[in-house]
């Protein structure tokens, strides 16, 4: 759909918004608020005596572009000196302080809700005249994230900082309050048009990554030949397997293995999403930033056909099969074979939701951040095999099935990333006037 420009342009004086709408104001952003509140403490006055616990607002709530109460922490009444300001209708809430990627961000607060107050990280913006929605589409504006990252450049890379003085002299287009209301009412519906769009497609994705373990788990515990007798594994998450395949217990198929690291073998990475990599990784290709020794002897070897997990992350996903020689961090665990057996086959049978909890169970610690799976409760964990060359044959089905399965969902998030590109695109050029919605907002 293509809309309609403004009759008669004039110069902004602002070099990214370029030309607005002749009618327009474009001044810094103090002028189109009255207010803005950070850091006020919350007295024992201030709420009524029976409320033992405050909301407190998360910064992911905002980062998302809404208030949801369902997604707030509580702080106990002892702690209230600690929050700010309670929440009202009609305000932004702006992170202040954050990420690179959060900083800036904001929300739209809808609805009050008693009892729910805002960190001291988060500013609440007052806009009473001008229209609060508006104001919250700038904020999704790239030219608005410009302005943030302009402001920001130069301080910490992991956390940064915005200034109120910084904050209120961005650049806003400023159109009457009455227009301002028409643009956002226009991008309330067009929004909701693609966001359900882009909420089909999530719902696709979701059900491929379903049916994509539903395939892998019957055909690393069932087999592919659906006319096989069964027996019972006495294994309640494994149920019937084929009565040709064997049940083992993994300590007697693996046995650990602690060879010493050597200068000349790749350090080689195990992430709960991609499982043991083919390569040493630079920082930027890893998950998460990984300290390394300068002496690799300190480093545990592996061999093509090793299995390693991370002890802390082992029920999440962190763990697979080696395919090159190199070496691993001395807080994995190295599980070397002690029979024929395709290591990627017991690799897909621990990656099945089942097999997952069942090493969440294993695994001890007070919480599931400090959760650990040590080599003595791994071992006990059951599965079945069928002889090596079916094995074999079962991985090649299923490296098939889930490459369609992998193509489809790669559509999926394309679509998600073009309808994203299409909504970003749209609010910038409706909030700084490049098309005119006056006709199209109801």
């Known amino acids: 759909m293509s809309f309609p420009r403004y009759p008669s342009y004039k110069a902004s004086g602002v070099d990214w918004m370029g030309d607005v709408p002749e009618h327009w104001s474009p001044a810094p952003f103090r002028y ?34 809404f208030f949801d109460p369902e997604e707030n922490k509580t702080v106990i009444a002892e702690d209230r000196d600690r929050v700010s300001c309670p929440l009202r209708a009609g305000t932004v809430i702006v992170s202040r302080m954050n990420t690179p990627d959060l900083v800036g961000a904001a929300g739209l607060v809808k609805t009050a809700r008693a009892g729910i107050f805002l960190p001291d990280r988060l500013w609440q913006v007052t806009v009473e005249g001008s229209d609060p929605a508006y104001v919250h589409y700038w904020t999704l504006t790239s030219e608005y994230r410009s302005q943030v ?21 961005f650049a806003f287009p400023n ?28 719902i696709l994705i979701e059900l491929l990554k379903e049916k994509r373990q539903a395939v892998i788990f019957h055909a690393v515990t069932k087999g592919l030949n659906s006319d096989a007798p069964m027996k019972e594994s006495g ?43 083919d390569k040493e990784l630079d920082e930027y290709e890893m998950d998460r930033k990984v300290t390394r020794s300068d002496d690799r002897t300190k480093y545990k070897g592996v061999k093509p056909g090793d299995l390693v997990y991370n002890m802390m992350r082992a029920w999440q996903g962190g763990f697979g099969a080696v395919t090159v020689e190199g070496q691993v961090s001395p807080a994995y665990v190295v599980a070397r074979p002690l029979r024929e057996v395709l290591t990627e086959f017991v690799e897909q049978t621990l990656r099945t939701p089942p097999a997952v909890e069942e090493m969440r169970r294993l695994s001890y610690g007070v919480a599931d951040f400090r959760l650990r799976l040590y080599w003595q409760n791994f071992k006990t964990i059951v599965i079945a095999l069928p002889p090596a060359l079916e094995q074999g044959s079962i991985m090649d089905a299923v490296r098939s099935q889930t490459d369609r399965f992998d193509a489809l969902t790669a559509e999926a998030e394309q679509a998600i990333a073009l309808l994203q590109e299409r909504r970003t695109a749209l609010i910038s050029a409706a909030v700084t006037g490049k098309i005119d919605v006056r006709g199209c907002a109801q």
């Open 175 to 202: 159109p009457p309050r009455s227009e301002q209301t028409a643009i956002a009412s226009f991008l309330d519906r067009e929004t909701a048009k693609i966001d359900a769009l882009m909420a089909e497609q999530r």
């Open 235 to 277: 294994v309640e998450w494994l149920g019937q397997v084929p009565t040709h395949w064997e049940v083992f217990r993994l300590g007697s198929v693996f046995v650990e293995a602690n060879d010493q690291g050597a200068e000349d073998l790749p350090i080689l990475t195990v992430s709960i999403h991609n499982g043991v990599s």
């Open 149 to 169: 990252q302009m402001a920001c450049s130069g301080t910490s890379s992991s956390m940064q900082n915005l200034s109120q003085a910084q904050f209120s002299s």
């Open 32 to 65: 189109a608020m009255t207010g803005i509140e950070s850091g006020t403490s919350v007295n024992a006055t201030d709420t009524p005596a029976d409320i033992d616990e405050l909301g407190v607002l998360k910064t992911s709530c905002v980062y998302r572009g």
